[in-house]
């Protein structure tokens, strides 16, 4: 049954989300405003669009629901998989369940975690930076002090 609902609902979503549906969504509206004087606007008029488009979206909404909670359990399946494949911590699976305080919390440690590794990062780039910069100097040093003879190359080779 599961697995029947689940292939109905997604035919249903991929064919409601198309181009075509709008546009016969749209038609029937059409059809239905023209129709308007030929029943004199008449309560029951009113009354066909009003109780079909009920029907309609209080299907759909069950329909869209049960995509969506098909595709947020693939994601977070995928998410934990990434995570338990990675050196990534295993805490982090299954955090959806959490409460929104125990994610809040979590959330404010990852930030600290973030801003610490960020301060990491700019002193590794600071100290690769301070190490380079003799180099560059003493290879300035070096060409500068290297005499530049007039002899061609070919006599250098000889020498």
Same mark, same amino acid.
């Given at each position: 049954?599961?697995?029947?609902?689940?292939?109905? #609902?997604?035919?249903?979503?991929?064919?409601?989300?198309?181009?075509?549906?709008?546009?016969?969504?749209?038609?029937?509206?059409?059809?239905?405003?023209?129709?308007?004087?030929?029943?004199?606007?008449?309560?029951?008029?009113?009354?066909?669009?009003?109780?079909?488009?009920?029907?309609?979206?209080?299907?759909?909404?069950?329909?869209?629901?049960?995509?969506?909670?098909?595709?947020?359990?693939?994601?977070?399946?995928?998410?934990?998989?990434?995570?338990?494949?990675?050196?990534?911590?295993?805490?982090?699976?299954?955090?959806?369940?959490?409460?929104?305080?125990?994610?809040?919390?979590?959330?404010?440690?990852?930030?600290?975690?973030?801003?610490?590794? #960020?301060?990491?990062?700019?002193?590794?780039?600071?100290?690769?930076?301070?190490?380079?910069?003799?180099?560059?100097?003493?290879?300035?040093?070096?060409?500068?002090?290297?005499?530049? =003879? =007039?002899? =061609?190359?070919?006599?250098?080779?000889?020498?």
């Amino acid at each position: 049954m599961d697995k029947l609902f689940a292939k109905f #609902a997604n035919a249903t979503a991929k064919a409601t989300g198309s181009p075509v549906a709008f546009l016969l969504c749209v038609a029937a509206v059409l059809v239905w405003a023209a129709s308007g004087p030929v029943f004199k606007f008449s309560e029951t008029w009113q009354l066909v669009i009003n109780t079909g488009t009920t029907i309609i979206t209080f299907l759909m909404v069950f329909l869209i629901q049960n995509t969506q909670n098909r595709d947020g359990a693939a994601v977070q399946t995928k998410l934990d998989e990434l995570i338990r494949a990675s050196d990534a911590q295993d805490e982090f699976m299954g955090i959806e369940k959490l409460t929104d305080k125990e994610l809040e919390a979590l959330h404010a440690r990852c930030q600290k975690d973030a801003e610490r590794s #960020a301060k990491i990062a700019a002193r590794a780039q600071a100290e690769r930076k301070s190490r380079q910069q003799p180099k560059a100097k003493a290879a300035t040093k070096s060409r500068a002090a290297k005499p530049k =003879s =007039s002899a =061609s190359p070919a006599a250098r080779q000889r020498r």
